[in-house]
């Protein structure tokens, strides 16, 4: 059986590969008693289909496109466990940070609105700001 943080990789690598439509390259992860991928594997897939086409891909420029999602994808995983705030700590936060930097560009009231939005689903004040003024 595969260990639950190899399977975890692999469906990181696998969604990787099918958003840009590049060849699966869990299909070269072989069972080390059989010799071959999974059952759950071979049951949708042809697996020397999939590594022959993995074979015959020009890998050369996938490292900064895998990087970039795998940086997505740790923001999408890290915003799912972001403590929610209540508007008050977001206004408070966003006061604190105008203290603290006082020659930093703020946003006018109108973006303010958007700003405590982000503070409350969880991101930090200069992120929110940035976001919300295009930085």
Known sequence: MIPRAVGRRL???RGFTDELGYPD???LVLNA???EVG????DK???REKR???MAFDW???VPEFNAFVDRYEREIASRNRPKRSRADAKRLLWDYAKD???ALLPSPPQREAVFSSLIAGENVADAIAEVMGN
Do not use: I, M, R
């Open 11 to 13: 469906l990181v690598l």
């Open 25 to 27: 390259l869990s299909s």
């Open 33 to 35: 008693s059989t010799g």
């Open 39 to 42: 059952d759950a594997y071979s």
């Open 45 to 47: 897939f042809d697996p």
């Open 52 to 54: 022959a086409e993995v």
């Open 60 to 62: 050369t420029g996938v």
């Open 101 to 103: 930097n006082p020659k």
